[in-house]
């Protein structure tokens, strides 16, 4: 075997570990303190469902920094997010999936604004924020993922800053 071969198949073997390694991490970010609890015990929170025109990452759950634009755990009960909110335009998210909703923010990285709301939520039971924009107001509306039925609603008026 020459040298070229041995280095591809030991590239191969890297990237296919990296992946398992991935896939293995997948899953929602833990958004509460303690133990890992089991699912049917937390509720999900997906920040930036298919049909939603803004990006939402959550930056923290009842003061416990996170970071996630994806799939949130939650245990149950009322709970306080503060969410970072940025435009996204309507032809660009027809354009685009769920992976790259957050490089296509950077474009309107301006108007990102932070805020929190406050809603109860249900173990067994998936959420999801959707929402509009239209400059320089937020909508955003806190939903259950399943009908789609809101749960919260709130105006948030955009800050222009110098990101």
Not at 16 to 43: F, H, M, Q, S
Not at 79 to 85: A, K, Q, V
Request: hydrophobic share 40%; with cysteine; glycine share 8%.
């Amino acid at each position: 075997m020459n040298h070229r071969n041995l280095i591809t198949k030991a590239t191969v073997v890297l990237l296919a570990g990296a992946c398992i390694l991935n896939l293995a991490a997948c899953g929602p970010v833990k958004g509460y303190a303690g133990e890992t609890r089991p699912a049917t015990d937390l509720a999900t929170l997906r920040a930036n469902p298919f049909w939603s025109d803004i990006l939402v990452t959550v930056r923290a759950v009842d003061g416990l920094e996170v970071n996630s634009q994806i799939d949130l755990a939650l245990l149950p009960g009322e709970r306080t997010l503060t969410i970072e909110l940025g435009p996204c335009s309507m032809q660009s998210l027809s354009q685009a999936g769920r992976a790259t909703r957050q490089m296509l923010a950077m474009t309107n990285i301006q108007w990102q604004t932070k805020t929190t709301i406050t809603a109860s939520f249900e173990a067994g039971v998936e959420y999801a924020f959707s929402g509009s924009w239209s400059e320089p107001e937020y909508s955003v509306e806190l939903q259950r993922y399943d009908d789609r039925s809101t749960i919260s609603t709130a105006k948030v008026t955009g800050t222009k800053g110098p990101y």
